[in-house]
Structure formats: structure tokens, C-alpha cells
């Protein structure tokens, strides 16, 4: 089991670009989610799924898109890149509320994210 | 709607000293607590968590009791070594939801 996966690690945008980035996860979980870190202020839901076409906002979603074609991917979207958007961005998956439910979160190793 | 409040830090400690980080919760109903490790460079991981009041959790030397009455859930580790040093993040759930609050984390350096 890879477990949950992102790519790039890294990345350098300008202002007003747009890029994907990607998320994986191999534990057929149907709960996947988006977080920004940000210092002195924790990890924020940027947006969730509770499963194969189903997303939903969290608490930051302004200039992100996510989509969710299959179970295993979960993509998120930056539209046009502002400088506010500097940040490490994490994915995180769980089981969800079928069988076999468990609340632990398993989340990716991130990616470092600057806008200039 | 739900919070956590967790201490500032950074939190720094020689090795062998007690820790304790302080985490405080609000929840509308009967939450699931956790406590996450951020290690450098690294994504968050889960290092223990409880789900129902008086429960304590424990992993790798750490404790942590879930107290309802004062809606709290401190971690605590008797003896701390440099390979603890790492950002803690206290969490909650609400039962039933995959949704998670987390607080703002805070850092621990252990000195040798």
C-alpha cells in the first residue's frame, strides 16, 4: 500500500496561472479531502468528498475546483494563482461511514506551494 | 460551530522532562478526540486518539484522557526524547462525520 499520495512535492507559480494538484490514495476510502497549512493558523478544509461524484466546500474554498471521478483521485484545482495562496496544501483520506468506519485520517506528505 | 484551542508555542524541553501541551474543545455534540504528529517534512499522522469520555488514549509513550467535564484532552509523555521534536496537533470529529477540526499545532524541540 502506497497509502495516500501527491505530486509535485514542489512547486513555483506566478500570479495568475493555473495548476492541478494531484492526490492518490490505494485504501479504497471514500472520504478525501484538501487542507492548506498555514503558520499559526493549522491545517483549514479547503473542500471534501464523501465519495465518487459528491464534493462539497469546506472552509476556504475560494480559487480551488475540485472534482471526483473516481474513488481513488482527488484533484485540486488552483484557477488563477494569487500569492495568498502560498501554502502547504495536504490530502487526506478516511474510510467513511460504511463499513469498516473508522475516523483516523491518513494524510499525504504535502505540497509546498509558492506564488509569486 | 466546533474549535479547538490548543497552547502556543513552541514548547522547549530537555530530554527526559514531562511534557505537557494543553487542548481544550468545543463541539455541539459527542466528538471523537485525536491527537496528530507532524514530524519535518512530513504529512500529518495519527499518534493516538479516543473516542468516548474517561477513554485514554496511548501510542509511543504518549497519553492522552478524554475529559468531558472540563472538555479537554492534554498530552502528556513522561520522558521526552529529541526524536519527539515535531508540530502536535489536537483534533475532533464529530461522531458520524469525516469532517475534522484541527487547532493551530504546537512545536516541540526537545534538547538534548
Known amino acids: 500500500n502506497a497509502g495516500v499520495t501527491q505530486t509535485p512535492k514542489f512547486q513555483v507559480l506566478k500570479t495568475g496561472q493555473s495548476m492541478t494538484l494531484q492526490c492518490a490514495q490505494d485504501?479504497?476510502?471514500?472520504?478525501m479531502s484538501w487542507y492548506r497549512q498555514d503558520p499559526g493558523m493549522g491545517l483549514r478544509l479547503i473542500h471534501y468528498?464523501?465519495?465518487?461524484?459528491?464534493?462539497d466546500q469546506g472552509e476556504v474554498p475560494n480559487g480551488y475546483n475540485v472534482s471526483r471521478s473516481t474513488t481513488e483521485d482527488f484533484p485540486l484545482r488552483l484557477l488563477s494563482a494569487a500569492p495568498s495562496q502560498t501554502s502547504v496544501y495536504f490530502c487526506?483520506?478516511?474510510?467513511?461511514?460504511?463499513?469498516?468506519?473508522?475516523?483516523?485520517?491518513?494524510f499525504g506528505p504535502g505540497t509546498r506551494l509558492t506564488v509569486l | 460551530g466546533d474549535s479547538v484551542t490548543q497552547m502556543e508555542g513552541p514548547v522547549t524541553l530537555s530530554e527526559e522532562a514531562f511534557l505537557t501541551i494543553n487542548c481544550t474543545y468545543t463541539?455541539?455534540?459527542?466528538?471523537?478526540l485525536f491527537w496528530y504528529v507532524q514530524y519535518p517534512g512530513e504529512g500529518l499522522q495519527l499518534l493516538l486518539k479516543?473516542?468516548?469520555?474517561?477513554d485514554k488514549g496511548s501510542n509511543k509513550g504518549f497519553e492522552a484522557t478524554y475529559r468531558k467535564e472540563t472538555t479537554s484532552f492534554h498530552l502528556e509523555k513522561g520522558s521526552v526524547q529529541v526524536s519527539d521534536s515535531a508540530v502536535y496537533f489536537c483534533?475532533?470529529?464529530?461522531?458520524?462525520?469525516?469532517?475534522?477540526?484541527f487547532g493551530t499545532g504546537t512545536k516541540l524541540q526537545v534538547i538534548p
Open positions: 487526506a483520506s478516511s474510510t467513511g461511514t460504511g463499513p469498516g468506519y473508522t475516523d483516523t485520517q491518513y
Open positions: 485504501m479504497n476510502h471514500e472520504y
Open positions: 468528498s464523501v465519495g465518487a461524484g459528491i464534493t
Open positions: 463541539a455541539t455534540g459527542y466528538p471523537s
Open positions: 479516543a473516542t468516548k469520555a474517561d
Open positions: 483534533a475532533l470529529s464529530e461522531r458520524g462525520y469525516q469532517k475534522v477540526t
